[in-house]
């Protein structure tokens, strides 16, 4: 397999071929982290190379014990002049969460390459050439928005961006006037234009369809929705955080909380957690030069839910089942975890 594969022809590529990838992948990886100015204090000289068996291990020894642990310190270390192991230009990304802002550095080429999994995930969420789709954001330009263009242009829709998600009436007369079919945003963006509709007894047919981030979606929301868009209305939900890049997508085989994996841009594990019997997901990034994502905890609590790789829908890339949202990560907009 090449370096960067084909975001859709990475789902075909038989179990074993993907191991292989996968393996190659983590051990340049695992060379740049060493390399990096930023993480190859945290790595003891002469330490093993990993492999997809022991790189558990080798991670542990280290002394990585807590999702932030990695991070801080690259914060404190890597300055955008420092760590050029390929060629690209640099990007400063400002990622949140509820704990605090954070410094995430990368290359143009590579955030274009995490877009292109998210477009994938939009084109098997059904959207096409001939759909509207209204984008949620907030007010400023980030990079999660920028990405969510991209994305979505690999369809060839048509993009409503939204600056302000809170201005529910004048979103709801561009969601009219311009005839949007689909909604693209986190749950929490949504809920001032629902409120708005209900508030005045209004509904819209238009919508055929509403992709949201990695959060939950209650039933009683789900019911509110589908009162104001009607009963056609479908969901759908990506799978990313800013830390780790796009992680997951749905096919139309998921079941609540299930999500394909990226495999093509992501390694993923089931990590033991304190509790008895959980496990936690943690991820590595195959593609991330500046700041290497190695064996990063996600904070969500998550079971295989088909580790072979034998889904109904035809796609071999593994599922997993998230079954708690712990991490912070998972917020509304801003860099947080727009989808």
């Known amino acids: 397999m090449d370096p960067k594969v084909n975001p859709i022809d990475v789902d075909f590529i038989p179990a074993q071929s993907r191991a292989d990838y996968h393996r190659r992948s983590l051990l340049g990886l695992w060379r740049r982290a ?24 080798a991670w542990a020894t280290v002394g990585v014990s807590d999702i932030y642990d990695h991070f801080e310190h690259l914060h404190s270390s890597v300055r955008p002049e420092t760590g050029r192991p390929c060629p690209g230009s640099d990007m400063i990304i400002v990622g949140g969460g509820s704990r605090k802002r954070r410094t995430l550095i990368g290359t143009h080429e590579e955030m274009l390459y995490n877009a292109c999994f998210d477009g994938k995930a939009y084109y098997l969420s059904g959207i096409t050439s001939d759909d509207r789709v209204l984008v949620l954001g907030s007010i400023g330009t980030y990079h999660a928005e920028y990405c969510n263009f991209y994305a979505l242009s690999r369809a060839a829709c048509t993009i409503i961006p939204i600056q302000d998600y809170k201005r529910a009436r004048e979103i709801a007369d561009i969601m009219g006037e311009l005839r949007a079919t689909a909604i693209l945003g986190p749950l929490s963006a949504l809920l001032p234009l629902l409120s708005y509709l209900e508030l005045r007894d209004l509904t819209y047919a238009g919508i055929r369809r509403i992709i949201k981030g990695g959060e ?3 039933w009683q929301l789900r019911s509110r929705l589908v009162q104001r868009f009607g009963e056609d209305l479908s969901f759908h939900s990506v799978f990313q955080t800013p830390d780790h890049g796009a992680i997951g997508f749905q096919c139309s085989s998921c079941g609540p909380g299930e999500y394909h994996l990226h495999e093509g841009l992501v390694y993923a594990e089931l990590s033991s957690m304190n509790d008895a019997g959980t496990t936690e997901l943690v991820i590595s990034n195959l593609h991330r030069s500046r700041m290497p994502v190695v064996r990063l905890r996600t904070g969500d609590r998550a079971e295989w839910a088909d580790p072979d790789g034998t889904c109904s829908c035809g796609l071999t890339s593994r599922k997993i089942r998230i079954l708690e949202r712990t991490s912070d990560l998972s917020h509304a907009q801003g860099g947080d975890c727009l989808p």
């Open 216 to 218: 939950p979606l209650s």
């Open 34 to 57: 060493i390399r990096h100015p930023g993480t190859r204090d945290q790595f003891p000289a002469g330490i093993e190379q990993p492999t997809l068996a022991n790189i558990k291990l």
